[in-house]
């Protein structure tokens, strides 16, 4: 056990333990999440949220009067209501000053706040230990983190010393750069672990493909993608390169770890049933979807009291199914933003894993991005040295999930361009950005 653990631990125990024993709970219930003990907790832990909120706080107090405490009975909610009326969700009494805030501009650039209070914070904490365990990483283990680094989010030398993290600034992920960050990789002795954007995780795959195709890294314990779906390209390569399976974490800054997959390869997610209630429900309605359907993501945060967050739509879309032994229900698909979905000619929604996992068969693309501009016209943005001798062969290759009737035309690139988040979308459906 490594000396940060040590410490970390200690200052829990002197504590009274509080994030040992989050992890506890954590760990039975994510192991079996429909057993008698599991299920009697997540109730309790339900019914008491549910009261809490309509005594409480005035937006389900004001929604929910004179009506049965049933998750059926509360509204759902969105960012947008959240932002425009956002005292109204504070526990009555609280100071807003007197709580952790977190910000986040999502997929749509404009600002979005909530607040947490300690107990939520604890969980968070809790949450990111275990599943970052089940992913290879623990506690004091040297984690390089990309994604965008800022003033507001930048730590201190101490807190990066300390909790032993390597930030590194997406937006700065030239070929130069990861040519100096891959030689740095190559040095360490000690176990290293990556977390970031997948796109930022594949960007060094490409670099290490184009310049240095044997290249392997050593040491490594685990690799988790945040914030975009991975491609099967970029899971094979990162093995190939880190010698670990990549896991996908499906996360949120307003909630926490929603799911991740497990290291072991494979593509389902592990739901955190232990910390939210999450439900698949109809893209246009608010019914719940057939198990194995897929629909929009509206989740439930057992543990912010401060602000209670019950039957928040996250603007993602999700399939839930079985696991192969019929045991726990598992997110088998976490497709993105709803206004990220794309459509072939016909009306029909097409998958975005339909075109992120047939983009690796060109393998002379250094970037790409798939954009839908209305009913039957779509674009291919790329970014690749030289020319591309495959043009024909591609849109020949998409009109096959796209339509005969399709429109798909090449424009050449030298650049895709990150989003103020940091992350760079590879498809985008522009008819979902035109006003109504």
Not at 22 to 36: G, M, N, Q, T, Y
Not at 56 to 84: E, H, Q, W
Not at 169 to 186: A, M
Not at 405 to 433: C, F, Q, T, W
Request: hydrophobic letters at 40%.
């Amino acid at each position: 056990m490594n000396f940060r653990k040590i410490i970390f631990y200690i200052n829990d125990a002197i504590r009274g333990g509080i994030i040992s024993k989050h992890l506890e709970d954590i760990d039975c219930i994510v192991k079996a999440p429909f057993s008698v003990s599991s299920k009697s907790k997540t109730e309790h832990r339900k019914n008491e949220l549910f009261h809490h909120a309509v005594n409480n706080v005035a937006f389900y107090r004001n929604n929910l009067a004179d009506k049965k405490l049933t998750l059926d009975s509360f509204p759902i909610i969105n960012k947008n209501i959240i932002r425009n009326s956002i005292d109204e969700f504070i526990t009555d009494g609280v100071d807003k000053n007197s709580l952790f805030r977190l910000v986040t501009s999502g997929s749509t650039g404009t600002p979005f706040s909530v607040f947490q209070d300690f107990k939520k914070k604890s969980r968070n904490t809790a949450d990111t230990i275990y599943f970052g365990k089940l992913a290879g990483f623990e506690i004091g283990i040297q984690l390089n983190y990309l994604k965008i680094w800022t003033n507001v989010n930048k730590k201190t030398n101490i807190q990066a010393w300390l909790e032993n993290i390597e930030p590194i600034d997406v937006t700065q992920l030239s070929d130069h750069e990861i040519q100096k960050l891959v030689s740095k990789f190559k040095k360490y002795s000690t176990p290293i672990a990556f977390l970031g954007y997948s796109s930022a995780l594949e960007s060094i795959c490409n670099f290490l493909e184009r310049n240095e195709p044997n290249s392997q890294i050593k040491n490594v314990t685990g690799i988790i993608a945040t914030s975009e779906g991975i491609s099967q390209y970029a899971k094979a390569a990162l093995f190939d390169f880190f010698g670990k399976h990549p896991v996908s974490r499906y996360s949120n800054v307003e909630n926490g770890i929603l799911a991740q997959q497990l290291s072991d390869g494979s593509d389902t997610f592990i739901i955190n049933w232990a910390s939210y209630n999450i439900e698949i429900l109809e893209i246009d309605t608010n019914n719940a979807v057939s198990i194995g359907e897929s629909g929009r993501i509206v989740i439930t945060d057992y543990f912010n009291y401060a602000m209670p967050i019950i039957r928040y739509d996250t603007g993602d879309i999700g399939t839930v199914d079985w696991d192969k032994n019929k045991e726990k229900l598992v997110l088998t698909k976490v497709e993105g933003r709803k206004m990220d979905m794309v459509f072939n000619t016909s009306g029909n929604l097409v998958s975005s894993f339909t075109i992120t996992n047939n983009m690796w068969l060109y393998d002379e693309i250094k970037q790409y991005q798939f954009l839908q501009l209305d009913k039957t016209n779509y674009l291919f943005k790329l970014n690749l040295k030289g020319k591309f001798q495959r043009e024909e062969e591609l849109i020949s290759e998409f009109k096959k999930y796209f339509g005969i009737d399709a429109i798909i035309k090449v424009e050449y690139v030298d650049e895709i361009p990150l989003l103020n988040s940091g992350k760079r979308k590879k498809v985008i459906n522009v008819m979902n950005l035109a006003p109504k």
